[in-house]
């Protein structure tokens, strides 16, 4: 038999319009009686589940990461119980057998023996950092897609502008194409004007990139990306501010994120915090935070043999974060270590591999300046510029024929006691 871990515990299956709880009662013989019922997700049902969990003296539960519905339940629990909110492939049930209440009891079983593994669920003001965090991530990808419909208006306008300056919405090139949507039958203005000195030079190729025609359709288009790409821009300043605010009691640990060579923005080290948060302790070691982020290799391994075992999917928002400063760190002459780093992986595994590797690198780097409570430290990553030498320098005939051995050379008895 199993051991009973928690002998009073309580399993929920969470819908979107209601709840099915029960709770398992174990006595010393090992026999568990059920007692279930069905709440709705309204607040006030939601105190009632909570009154009842109180009264049967249960105060262990778990329930499903259900969508987003977990967490009204999660937020009237979480004071008084302990919750173990649980990935839907860790208790998925048996297919055909299944239903509301047994999904519900099936939960409970594999609670009361400690055999579900917790998700893990930050404090609520990191929660509310990394709500944020998220969002001002989709208003970004909001602002790139509109400044990529402009790219193509201006493109299929024959305005290539684009293939002259380094960036198509910067000052310059904005001056031109405001004067292009305010006066769309004037081409020949004065572009020298609108340049700032380090453009001067390509004034005439500009010129000729802007000899195209922008149909009244097109600019009319462009208007509302721009106009919508500003109130973007006023947006992510807004959340900014309330993050800003909200990141107060955190400014030491972020200082300490900020100490990295390659995280030079703070809203990136926000970022972070806000996902993984300020407490270590919660992780088993730096691999099962790298293994959570989803930056460690699966395994999958049967009959001795080794299949697939690409990284995971989990770390939706950490990892693409960690792989752009992953990008910048290989590029830091501050600290050479993850470029000659990077390097080495890259010979052998091409760069995709080896810049996941370099991602992995930085996140245990986190997980010990967060566990310590010190800042990054360069002189423990201080190695040499040049890679070390592999290979002796001069080859002894004993090296000479064991590599003619693994060619498939036949090696005479009288050779190899030479």
Same mark, same amino acid.
Request: charged residues 25%; glycine residues 4%; aromatic residues 8%.
């Given at each position: 038999?199993?051991?009973?871990?928690?002998?009073?515990?309580?399993?929920?299956?969470?819908?979107?319009?209601?709840?099915?709880?029960?709770?398992? #009662?174990?006595? *010393?013989?090992?026999?568990?009686?059920?007692?279930? !019922?069905?709440? +709705?997700?309204?607040?006030? @049902? &939601? $105190?009632?589940?909570?009154?009842?969990?109180?009264?049967?003296?249960?105060?262990?539960?778990?329930?499903?990461?259900?969508?987003?519905?977990?967490?009204?339940?999660?937020?009237?629990?979480?004071?008084?119980?302990?919750?173990?909110?649980?990935?839907? #492939?860790?208790? *998925?049930?048996?297919?055909?057998?299944?239903?509301? !209440?047994?999904? +519900?009891?099936?939960?409970? @079983? &594999? $609670?009361?023996?400690?055999?579900?593994?917790?998700?893990?669920?930050?404090?609520?003001?990191?929660?509310?950092?990394?709500?944020?965090?998220?969002?001002?991530?989709?208003?970004?990808?909001?602002?790139?897609?509109?400044?990529?419909?402009?790219?193509?208006?201006?493109?299929?306008?024959?305005?290539?502008?684009?293939?002259?300056?380094?960036?198509?919405?910067?000052?310059?090139?904005?001056?031109?194409?405001?004067?292009?949507?305010?006066?769309?039958?004037?081409?020949?203005?004065?572009?020298?004007?609108?340049?700032?000195?380090?453009?001067?030079?390509?004034?005439?190729?500009?010129?000729?990139?802007?000899?195209?025609?922008?149909?009244?359709?097109?600019?009319?288009?462009?208007?509302?990306?721009?106009?919508?790409?500003?109130?973007?821009?006023?947006?992510?300043?807004?959340?900014?501010?309330?993050?800003?605010?909200?990141?107060?009691?955190?400014?030491?640990?972020?200082?300490?994120?900020?100490?990295?060579?390659?995280?030079?923005?703070?809203?990136?080290?926000?970022?972070?915090?806000?996902?993984?948060?300020?407490?270590?302790?919660?992780?088993?070691?730096?691999?099962?935070?790298?293994?959570?982020?989803?930056?460690?290799?699966?395994?999958?391994?049967?009959?001795?043999?080794?299949?697939?075992?690409?990284?995971?999917?989990?770390?939706?928002?950490?990892?693409?974060?960690?792989?752009?400063?992953?990008?910048?760190?290989?590029?830091?002459?501050?600290?050479?270590?993850?470029?000659?780093?990077?390097?080495?992986?890259?010979?052998?595994?091409?760069?995709?591999?080896?810049?996941?590797?370099?991602?992995?690198?930085?996140?245990?780097?986190?997980?010990?300046?967060?566990?310590?409570?010190?800042?990054?430290?360069?002189?423990?990553?201080?190695?040499?510029?040049?890679?070390?030498?592999?290979?002796?320098?001069?080859?002894?005939?004993?090296?000479?024929?064991?590599?003619?051995?693994?060619?498939?050379?036949?090696?005479?008895?009288?050779?190899?006691?030479?």
């Amino acid at each position: 038999m199993l051991k009973i871990v928690y002998p009073i515990c309580c399993g929920i299956d969470v819908h979107k319009k209601f709840v099915v709880a029960t709770i398992g #009662k174990t006595n *010393k013989s090992g026999v568990t009686e059920y007692q279930t !019922k069905q709440f +709705s997700t309204f607040t006030e @049902d &939601l $105190h009632r589940l909570l009154d009842w969990l109180k009264s049967q003296s249960c105060k262990h539960v778990c329930m499903e990461s259900t969508g987003k519905y977990w967490h009204p339940v999660f937020n009237i629990l979480e004071h008084d119980c302990d919750v173990v909110v649980a990935n839907p #492939k860790y208790v *998925k049930g048996i297919r055909g057998k299944k239903t509301d !209440k047994k999904d +519900s009891i099936w939960l409970c @079983d &594999l $609670h009361k023996h400690g055999l579900v593994p917790g998700s893990f669920i930050p404090p609520l003001l990191i929660r509310q950092v990394r709500d944020l965090m998220r969002y001002r991530f989709k208003l970004i990808n909001f602002k790139s897609s509109e400044k990529n419909r402009v790219q193509n208006s201006l493109t299929v306008s024959n305005i290539m502008i684009s293939s002259v300056v380094s960036d198509t919405f910067g000052a310059s090139s904005m001056r031109i194409i405001n004067h292009i949507l305010d006066h769309p039958d004037d081409m020949d203005f004065d572009v020298s004007s609108m340049l700032h000195g380090k453009m001067k030079h390509k004034t005439d190729t500009i010129v000729k990139s802007i000899q195209g025609h922008l149909t009244e359709p097109q600019a009319d288009k462009m208007r509302v990306c721009l106009d919508h790409i500003d109130s973007i821009e006023k947006h992510i300043a807004d959340i900014e501010s309330v993050v800003l605010k909200l990141v107060q009691p955190y400014m030491p640990q972020i200082q300490l994120i900020l100490s990295l060579p390659s995280i030079k923005d703070i809203f990136t080290a926000i970022s972070i915090l806000g996902e993984i948060g300020i407490d270590m302790s919660v992780f088993v070691s730096d691999k099962h935070l790298c293994s959570w982020a989803g930056l460690t290799p699966q395994n999958n391994e049967s009959a001795g043999k080794k299949k697939s075992v690409r990284v995971s999917r989990a770390g939706v928002y950490i990892k693409p974060l960690l792989v752009q400063c992953a990008n910048a760190a290989i590029k830091s002459k501050k600290c050479p270590y993850f470029k000659i780093r990077y390097d080495q992986i890259k010979k052998r595994r091409g760069h995709k591999k080896a810049i996941i590797a370099i991602a992995h690198k930085l996140l245990i780097c986190i997980y010990h300046i967060l566990s310590k409570n010190e800042p990054f430290n360069e002189e423990l990553y201080n190695t040499e510029i040049k890679p070390k030498t592999t290979y002796a320098p001069q080859i002894t005939e004993e090296m000479a024929l064991r590599y003619l051995k693994t060619l498939g050379y036949q090696i005479p008895d009288k050779l190899t006691h030479v």
